[in-house]
């Protein structure tokens, strides 16, 4: 499609990050098979019932615009998954395939965030209200992904107790305390 105004540009994001939606509800039932930890398998798996819902929002702004529900390749997202993959493939250790699992799940949640916040401003500002409703219950549900991650992350990077005493006294090191 050629983009000229606002409003086409503003329906190609749609179409891209529905296009995004749908790679990614299909990318996240195998990495909830590779997590470990069943707090990170958990978020993993309430985000994938979330994003059958943010699909279903972006079908219902298509309907309010009155154009057909149609993605568009989205080639950040491809890459992110094509990505995620590729180091799920490469990681044997339990606890190191976690920590990835996070790292490449916040990606996309950034990813989402950017997308979402640009998609709410543009349609309040083109007077579709509802649509920007819709657009931001999404958003919202992204922002409550990444601290869920977030907050996992920094659960794993807190050096504890039960870690081996450091040779001659010192301190674990930093890369130790974050592969517990
Ligand atoms: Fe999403
Ligand atoms: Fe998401």
């Given at each position: 499609?050629?983009?000229?105004?606002?409003?086409?540009?503003?329906?190609?994001?749609?179409?891209?990050?529905?296009?995004?939606?749908?790679?990614?509800?299909?990318?996240?039932?195998?990495?909830?098979?590779?997590?470990?930890?069943?707090?990170?398998?958990?978020?993993?798996?309430?985000?994938?019932?979330?994003?059958?819902?943010?699909?279903?929002?972006?079908?219902?702004?298509?309907?309010?615009?009155?154009?057909?529900?149609?993605?568009?390749?989205?080639?950040?997202?491809?890459?992110?998954?094509?990505?995620?993959?590729?180091?799920?493939?490469?990681?044997?250790?339990?606890?190191?395939?976690?920590?990835?699992?996070?790292?490449?799940?916040?990606?996309?949640?950034?990813?989402?965030?950017?997308?979402?916040?640009?998609?709410?401003?543009?349609?309040?500002?083109?007077?579709?209200?509802?649509?920007?409703?819709?657009?931001?219950?999404?958003?919202?549900?992204?922002?409550?992904?990444?601290?869920?991650?977030?907050?996992?992350?920094?659960?794993?990077?807190?050096?504890?107790?039960?870690?081996?005493?450091?040779p001659h006294g010192?301190?674990?090191?930093?890369?130790?305390?974050?592969?517990?």
């Amino acid at each position: 499609m050629t983009i000229e105004t606002l409003d086409d540009l503003f329906l190609h994001t749609l179409k891209d990050v529905l296009y995004a939606e749908r790679k990614v509800l299909k990318a996240l039932p195998a990495m909830e098979r590779k997590a470990t930890d069943p707090k990170l398998k958990e978020a993993l798996s309430s985000h994938r019932d979330e994003t059958e819902d943010h699909v279903v929002r972006l079908e219902e702004v298509f309907e309010i615009l009155g154009k057909p529900a149609r993605g568009a390749k989205c080639d950040a997202v491809v890459g992110l998954v094509e990505e995620a993959e590729g180091l799920m493939a490469d990681i044997a250790d339990a606890e190191t395939m976690d920590a990835a699992l996070i790292s490449l799940a916040q990606a996309v949640e950034h990813y989402e965030i950017a997308r979402y916040g640009t998609l709410v401003a543009w349609a309040r500002k083109l007077g579709h209200p509802k649509a920007a409703k819709l657009l931001k219950e999404t958003l919202d549900q992204e922002y409550g992904a990444d601290r869920t991650l977030s907050k996992l992350a920094e659960g794993r990077l807190q050096p504890e107790a039960h870690l081996p005493a450091a040779p001659h006294g010192g301190r674990p090191c930093a890369g130790a305390a974050s592969l517990r």
